[in-house]
C-alpha cells in the first residue's frame, strides 16, 4: 500500500486489518524506513509521515492509529508543536504516544520517551507494553 504525506509518496505494507496500527513520524528515512520494516515483520500495520504537519494531514483523512512514535526534532512542525496542537484540539486522547528522539527534552504528552539510538529490543519492549502482540492469536501464549 502507498499514499502520499506532504507530496512524498511513501510506501508501506499491511500485514492485517485487524494488526495494530501504529503511526511513525520521523523525518529521518533511514530511521523511519528501518523502525518500519522491524515492527512490520512483527505484524504490525505501520503507516509513515516525514514531520509533524504531514502526521496531522494524516490523521485527519485515516483511521485513528493504535500508537504513535514520534519525533521530536524534525522540519515544519516538530514533535512537541505536534503534541501541543494534539492537546489542545483533543485528538488522540487515549492513544499512546511515544517519543522516539535523540533530544533530551521529554515533552508532555507522551506517556513514554526513547532517547537514540535505540536497539531492536527496547524499542519492540516498549511497543508491546501498549500493544498485544499482531504475531499471537486466540488462546496463543504470548512469547516475545
Known amino acids: 500500500m502507498a499514499f502520499t504525506c506532504g507530496?512524498?509518496?511513501?510506501?508501506?505494507?499491511?500485514s492485517s486489518v485487524s494488526a495494530p496500527l501504529i503511526l511513525l513520524i520521523e523525518d529521518e528515512e533511514d530511521i523511519?524506513?528501518?523502525?518500519s520494516t522491524l515492527l512490520e515483520m512483527e505484524g504490525y500495520r505501520v503507516e509513515q509521515c516525514v514531520h509533524?504537519?504531514?502526521?496531522w494531514a494524516w490523521l485527519t483523512c485515516h483511521e485513528r492509529p493504535d500508537?504513535?512514535?514520534?519525533?521530536?526534532?524534525?522540519?515544519?512542525?516538530?514533535?512537541?508543536?505536534?503534541?501541543?496542537r494534539l492537546s489542545q484540539e483533543r485528538l488522540l486522547v487515549d492513544v499512546p504516544i511515544v517519543v522516539l528522539?535523540?533530544?533530551?527534552?521529554?515533552?508532555?504528552?507522551?506517556?513514554?520517551y526513547l532517547r537514540k539510538p535505540v536497539s531492536v529490543?527496547?524499542?519492540l519492549e516498549m511497543v508491546q507494553r501498549f500493544?498485544?502482540?499482531p504475531k499471537t492469536g486466540p488462546g496463543e501464549p504470548i512469547t516475545s
Open 131 to 133: 500493544l498485544p502482540s
Open 121 to 123: 529490543s527496547q524499542l
Open 52 to 55: 509533524g504537519e504531514d502526521a
Open 32 to 35: 523511519r524506513d528501518a523502525v
Open 7 to 14: 507530496g512524498e509518496r511513501v510506501e508501506t505494507c499491511m
Open 101 to 112: 528522539s535523540g533530544s533530551p527534552f521529554r515533552p508532555e504528552g507522551a506517556v513514554a
Open 67 to 84: 500508537l504513535v512514535l514520534l519525533d521530536l526534532m524534525m522540519p515544519v512542525m516538530d514533535g512537541q508543536s505536534f503534541l501541543l
